[in-house]
């Protein structure tokens, strides 16, 4: 049984070189590339921005989860990944459905690890150097859509912590619902905001998508290879 899961969950486990430094030192190393202009001779907002970047992901649980793992093998860590980010997802579903946003405690850890993901997307496209191939490009996607899945849940429950549309949600359902046709830009004119917290979210949100989804395809439509792997290999 214990070889059953292992194969289900691990795959086929690779025979490689264990890495020379950890995700840890790896993103440190990108920050001083950065500042001493090692490999993009950027300046003023720019290099600003890029250092911001680079740094934030220090501040959030996903690296040093990438770099516990990592001491046991490159497929674990893949796995401790999967396993966080469906975390991610599942939390502000479980938050919903069991009303939890009245819990000022709540609100903070959903919105703290959904500037992780939020911040993510960006450092992958401005604040690296080089680019890692993946193990499996259909990963990557899926990935991309579970993290989709979770912006658009924990704006539901931001949307459901008062009274900020024309009329109250009735069920938890409405709130996904709302966050759905808002991060898709359908709106069907049913619920909309109607105080200046509900507008300032809903903005966000469709700022949110278009430079998640159309920046971050973009990005990948020139980076991808006919075999679904990148152009550059950072084999550090």
Not at 29 to 37: C, G, L, Y
Not at 55 to 80: C, H, M, N, T, W
Not at 161 to 168: V, Y
Request: glycine letters at 4%; aromatic letters at 16%.
């Amino acid at each position: 049984m214990k070889k059953i899961i292992k194969k289900l969950l691990l795959g086929n486990v690779p025979i490689v070189a264990k890495p020379k430094i950890n995700p840890v030192e790896k993103r440190v190393q990108n920050i001083k590339a950065i500042w001493n202009n090692d490999h993009q001779d950027d300046n003023g907002i720019e290099k600003i921005v890029r250092l911001f970047l680079s740094s934030s992901q220090l501040l959030f649980p996903g690296i040093y989860i990438k770099y516990l793992a990592s001491r046991k093998g490159v497929e674990y860590q893949d796995l401790a990944i999967d396993f966080y980010v469906l975390l991610k997802v599942i939390f502000p579903l479980v938050t919903l459905i069991n009303q939890w946003q009245t819990n000022g405690f709540v609100i903070v850890i959903l919105i703290y690890v959904l500037l992780e993901t939020v911040l993510y997307i960006p450092t992958l496209i401005f604040a690296s150097d080089l680019f890692s191939k993946p193990r499996s490009y259909k990963r990557s996607m899926l990935l991309l859509f579970l993290n989709y899945v979770e912006i658009v849940l924990a704006f539901g429950v931001l949307y459901s912590c008062d009274n900020f549309m024309n009329k109250p949600f009735t069920h938890w359902f409405d709130a996904v619902y709302f966050s759905t046709i808002t991060s898709s830009s359908i709106g069907y004119g049913d619920f909309y905001p109607v105080t200046t917290l509900g507008k300032v979210l809903v903005s966000i949100q469709a700022l949110l998508f278009l430079f998640f989804v159309v920046l971050f395809l973009n990005f990948f439509s020139t980076k991808i290879k006919t075999k679904g792997y990148f152009d550059f290999e950072n084999e550090g």
